[in-house]
């Protein structure tokens, strides 16, 4: 049985993440925007803890994660949260697991949703301004680059850990549209399976990149250790949040 916190976790992907991980017997922590977010009443019984912030606030960042501190170090965190477009979209996309993981009790293992827009997401970080991702062309497929960069630095300097990014495919979700050609339960069995699978059974290990339980091979900027350490320093003064020394 592990301890997980799902973020973003009162619909879509992040809903359905946590009742099967609940349904199977472990202990879930939902989280939501606020308690107007869950409409299903029944499913607070289901879960271990239900805990609220807003991501896009970073003052509420910060207090997820006393809030999370306060439950105990977790088994996973699933950073599932996401916004598709709008202010917000570094803020939670990026900026939140970011702030995380810096200030809770490191986990066993740290997943991140990433996508397969994540390919065309842009290497220059020189004019990234985290609080303004209008001004970028695609901010977007931005954010989903940098997530994933983040998640496989963890993995190469928290090596008593694991760290995965996950593509969940293009599933019909709010934010996919009912149109969305891939499979809803599809979109959500590989970061159960990495949050709480034997770790013999993941390979690799830690550092992968996954769409549908198949390692596949990110964009390359993601692996660069110089484009990691660029990003982090961006993150480090938008946030005024630093990762320990030899993190990252």
């Known amino acids: 049985m592990s301890l997980v916190l799902v973020t973003g976790a009162s619909g879509g992907l992040g809903l359905a993440t946590a009742t099967a991980l609940a349904d199977a017997g472990h202990d879930v922590v939902l989280h939501a925007r606020d308690a107007s977010r869950v409409t299903d009443k029944s499913l607070l019984s289901r879960m271990r803890d239900v805990v609220y912030a807003d991501l896009a606030d970073l003052d509420e960042i910060v207090g997820l994660a006393r809030q999370a501190n306060r439950i105990g170090r977790f088994d996973a965190v699933i950073h599932n949260a996401g916004v598709l477009n709008g202010p917000e979209v570094f803020a939670v996309n990026i900026v939140c697991p970011y702030v995380l993981t810096v200030l809770m009790t490191p986990p066993g293992r740290s997943i991140v949703l990433s996508s397969s827009m994540h390919m ?5 970080l020189d004019a990234v301004d985290f609080s303004r991702p209008g001004n970028r062309s695609r901010p977007y497929e931005d954010s989903k680059l940098y997530v994933t960069a983040f998640a496989l630095a963890l993995a190469e300097s ?3 850990s694991l760290a995965h990014a996950v593509d969940p495919g293009w599933v019909p979700t709010r934010m996919g549209g009912r149109a969305a050609p891939d499979s809803l339960e599809e979109g959500h069995r590989t970061q159960e399976w990495l949050a709480t699978a034997d770790e013999s059974e993941i390979s690799p290990r830690s550092g992968g ?5 198949r390692s596949r091979q990110p964009h390359p900027a993601a692996r660069s250790a110089q484009f990691q350490r660029e990003l982090m320093d961006k993150l480090e003064a938008h946030t005024g949040f630093v990762l320990p020394a030899g993190t990252v």
């Not at 065309?120 to 220059?124: A, E, K, L, V, W």
Request: no cysteine; hydrophobic share 10%; aromatic share 24%.
């Open 120 to 124: 065309s997401g842009s290497t220059d």
């Open 158 to 160: 928290r090596t008593d």
């Open 209 to 213: 990149y996954w769409y549908h339980r």
